[in-house]
């Protein structure tokens, strides 16, 4: 069964292959109205560089907004993860910054508390045996405690 929409002058064509899996096919391809039209829906999760200063930049990490489309379709296991952490830390109030450097981490949060003052911390997200690199804490999946810098990737649940 096939079915077809338009959505941001782009041609959607739709495969429904079993109940619940399927393949998107673009045709007409508008890639700048299909992006705009993702990131108004909030679609579209975009990290950009830090201490970027550009009005209109793709970003350095482009996920999607909501982590539960990775396993659904079938994503990365490393950046499922990292979607996750970013979707909680913002939701948090954290600011998410992808690091230039990626010897250094993957992000750099930061907000500013009460007093005025910011806080700003950098983070490497991975699996049981991540290194932090220079990072200041790293966030790894599969453990079931917090030791030393690493946090548990659960524990992030508690900050939404």
Not at 10 to 31: A, G, M, R
Not at 102 to 112: N, V, Y
């Amino acid at each position: 069964m096939a079915e077809s929409w338009k959505c941001a002058n782009v041609q959607i064509q739709i495969l429904y292959l079993q109940q619940k899996h399927f393949s998107i096919f673009v045709s007409e391809i508008d890639t700048k109205g299909l992006f705009c039209t993702c990131i108004r829906y909030i679609v579209l999760r975009v990290i950009r560089k830090e201490h970027s200063t550009k009005a209109k930049t793709v970003g350095e990490k482009l996920f999607f907004a909501d982590p539960a489309f990775y396993p659904a379709l079938g994503g990365d296991l490393g950046t499922s993860r990292e979607a996750i952490v970013a979707f909680f830390l913002e939701q948090a109030g954290w600011n998410v910054e992808a690091l230039a450097d990626e010897q250094a981490g993957d992000f750099a949060i930061s907000r500013t508390g009460p007093d005025t003052r910011t806080e700003r911390y950098t983070l490497e997200v991975g699996g049981r045996s991540k290194k932090p690199k220079q990072a200041d804490f790293v966030i790894r999946d599969d453990i079931d405690y917090p030791a030393g810098n690493a946090i548990p990737l659960w524990l992030a649940g508690f900050m939404f």
